[in-house]
């Protein structure tokens, strides 16, 4: 959508990165993409306005709609779909816990959909300090662990919570972590390629680590280290599902030339 507009008018705004990749936002910024910031939108007037997939709080359509601001929402429908549930949740009057990272562009449109009364925790330790009620409804960022989601609500059913969880868990993500799992085995070594911003990146990279030592994360080709290789080296790459598929193959035409 965004190279689209860029090559009809040449330039267009962008709510926040428009993916976690600083490499494909250069590239995009070359061609006239323009990022801004939520304090930026209400100084903006009679313009085009992308949304990113991460989604965006009921207040951003407010605020595009008194300034004649033409949305290209690209909000992703995984991500709109658990905006849905978790506003019908709100609307019900059921206290909603949030498994996500605090500050996620993803988590803050969440909250957005229950006037920010939605509690967001990162980890089983910080719930706990949190002092949650007995009986509560859980939901997941999309980019979060599926084994660490389903292990924070087994432990809390065994500690007599009464949970209603959701799994929201995207399975663009799961799926790649399964099939990761198999891949990385196969190579002695394994590259993994990734904005450093990336939630999902973090989760994927550490399902590799896991899997193959040998792993090594990386943002652009001039990150590689030379001394890690061997000739004789297989070596598989790898990367986030943010992370585009031209700046893999520049890796590894880095890696040939090594």
């Given amino acids: 959508m965004a190279e689209e507009i860029l090559e009809e008018q040449g330039y267009l705004y962008c709510l ?27 100084n903006l007037k009679d313009e085009k306005v992308l949304i990113r997939a991460h ?9 595009a709609l008194e300034n004649n601001i033409r949305l290209m929402d690209a909000s992703c429908p995984v991500v709109l779909k658990l905006q849905n549930r978790v506003k019908n949740t709100y609307d019900s009057d059921a206290a909603i816990y949030i498994y996500g990272k605090h500050g996620h562009a993803e988590v803050i449109a969440l909250q957005g959909q229950t006037n920010n009364e939605a509690v967001v925790f990162q980890d089983l330790a ?9 009986k509560f409804t859980l939901y997941s960022q999309t980019t979060k662990s599926t084994d660490k989601f389903y292990a924070i609500k087994n432990e809390l059913i065994s500690r007599g919570y009464e949970v209603e969880a959701n799994d929201t868990i995207c399975r663009q ?5 399964e099939e990761l799992r198999n891949f990385v085995t196969h190579f ?4 993994f390629v990734s904005g450093r911003k990336s939630s999902n990146g973090k989760i994927l990279y550490d399902v590799c680590k ?3 030592p ?10 590689l280290d030379a001394s890690v290789f061997r000739a004789g080296d297989r070596v598989g790459i790898c990367g986030a599902t943010s992370t585009p598929m031209w700046l893999m193959e520049e890796v590894k035409t880095a890696l040939l030339a090594l």
């Avoid at 910024?29 to 801004?36: C, F, N, P, T, V």
């Avoid at 002695?188 to 590259?191: H, L, W």
């Fill in 16 to 42: 926040g990165d428009i993916v976690h990749n600083d490499e494909e936002v250069e590239r995009l910024k070359q061609k006239g993409l323009r990022i801004i910031s939520h304090n930026d939108l209400p």
């Fill in 55 to 63: 989604g965006e709080p009921p207040e951003t359509y407010r605020v």
């Fill in 126 to 134: 910080e719930l706990e300090a949190l002092n949650p009620p007995k």
């Fill in 173 to 177: 993500v799961s799926n790649r972590d």
């Fill in 188 to 191: 002695d070594k394994i590259v």
């Fill in 210 to 212: 896991a899997h193959n």
């Fill in 214 to 223: 040998e792993t090594y994360f990386i943002s652009s080709a001039s990150e």
